[in-house]
């Protein structure tokens, strides 16, 4: 069975923290150049740069899961990820309307902009998109998985912005399609201090805002083709089946 090699959380020139290197063509012409085959743009609350990425990576032979990373009442961050447009427009909608009012200053907190493929600015996020939307990551999955989505908290082993750093623990019975760390720990070091979360499949991502950044680690998936169902259920496999790097 083919082995893809992905990168799940790539943020863009959307997120206020990205750089403005991370342009769509950018990111597919860097992605394809280090061999990945599957990549997963996920700005700060908000999906309206990732549907040109997944178009130009189409084009590229790249698989592109288009998403974004939520800030969640308890200020962790979630990587969710739709099935498809449909669900990706309701996705939006949703996250327009919890996100605070708490205007942008870009001189201070970085320009948030969309841009087309010559790289022309078609739209710019008034609102901080960093902020902490009102919603309870038990919620939010809920609101995921209505829509046939995955949602995967991120970083976990991060000191900030995760689950662990803001609860002080990751809950028993989380409910999620996956975890993911960062580069500093390993899926089978990190079940063995938290055994009781050998249930999940693991991930590993650059969370790139840099373009230097991206596919600076990975995650090494076994999958009979691309897909977006075939991905959530290889991240189903509990951390011992899966294949990381």
């Excluded at 205007?103 to 008034?126: L, R, S, T």
Aim: charged share 20%; hydrophobic share 40%; aromatic share 8%.
């Amino acid at each position: 069975m083919p082995v893809y090699k992905a990168d799940l959380h790539i943020h863009t020139i959307l997120s206020p923290c990205g750089d403005l290197s991370m342009s769509p063509q950018n990111i597919v012409d860097k992605a394809c150049s280090l061999g990945l085959d599957i990549i997963g743009i996920a700005d700060h609350n908000s999906t309206r740069q990732a549907p040109l990425i997944q178009q130009l990576g189409k084009a590229n032979g790249l698989f592109v899961l288009c998403g974004a990373e939520v800030t969640t009442k308890e200020e962790a961050h979630c990587l969710a990820f739709m099935p498809d447009e449909s669900a990706l427009l309701v996705f939006q909608d949703f996250l327009d309307a919890h996100l605070p009012n708490v205007p942008n200053d870009p001189d201070k907190m970085g320009f948030q902009i969309v841009v087309d493929a010559d790289e022309e600015i078609v739209f710019e996020e008034d609102r901080w998109l960093v902020s902490a939307i009102d919603v309870s990551i038990d919620d939010l999955y809920d609101i995921v998985h209505d829509l046939k989505g995955i949602l995967i908290p991120a970083h976990v082993d991060k000191k900030s912005t995760s689950l662990m750093s803001q609860l002080g623990f990751i809950p028993p019975d989380l409910r999620a399609d996956a975890i993911e760390l960062t580069k500093f720990t390993t899926p089978t070091q990190f079940v063995k201090l938290f055994a009781y979360l050998k249930k999940f499949g693991f991930i590993q991502s650059s969370d790139a805002h840099y373009i230097d950044i991206i596919g600076e680690t990975y995650t090494l998936m076994e999958l009979p083709h691309r897909s977006f169902e075939t991905i959530r259920e290889w991240l189903h496999k509990p951390v011992k089946l899966n294949l990381t790097n």
